[in-house]
């Protein structure tokens, strides 16, 4: 079963920082291309801020996020993470961890994302 868990959201001031987890309790990570993604209130779109490719572990990175995202992984601990730094207001949404590049749409549904709101 293809369950995702995301944690590490969080309120934040401006300028701030979180780190968000992600893991599958029953099955490996390590199988696949892994990012995150996030999603704005009242939109319906997920926007994918980050991708982490496999076997390379070459990342890629969304201009909204590019210089202050920062995603990796731990294999031996089957996660996957996002340190984020210099939050905004406007990084306020629902973020959430998936397959992505080669393996997108792999699963066929999200985890319960965790939310990040970035407010002073």
């Known amino acids: 079963q293809f369950k995702i868990v995301e944690s590490g959201g969080g309120l934040v001031q401006p300028g701030g920082s979180l780190n968000l987890s992600c893991t599958a309790p029953k099955f490996n990570l390590d199988l696949y291309s892994m990012g995150w993604f996030r999603q704005f209130p009242g939109k319906e779109r997920k926007e994918e801020l980050s991708?982490?490719?496999?076997?390379?572990?070459?990342?890629d990175y969304g201009d909204s996020v590019k210089g202050r995202f920062t995603i990796s992984r731990e294999r031996a601990k089957n996660t996957v993470y996002l340190l984020m730094t210099s939050l905004q207001p406007e990084d306020t949404a629902v973020y959430y961890c998936?397959?992505?590049?080669?393996?997108?749409?792999?699963?066929?549904?999200w985890g319960q994302g965790t939310q990040v709101t970035v407010s002073s």
């Open positions: 998936s397959a992505c590049g080669r393996d997108r749409g792999v699963f066929v549904s």
């Open positions: 991708c982490m490719n496999n076997p390379e572990d070459t990342k």
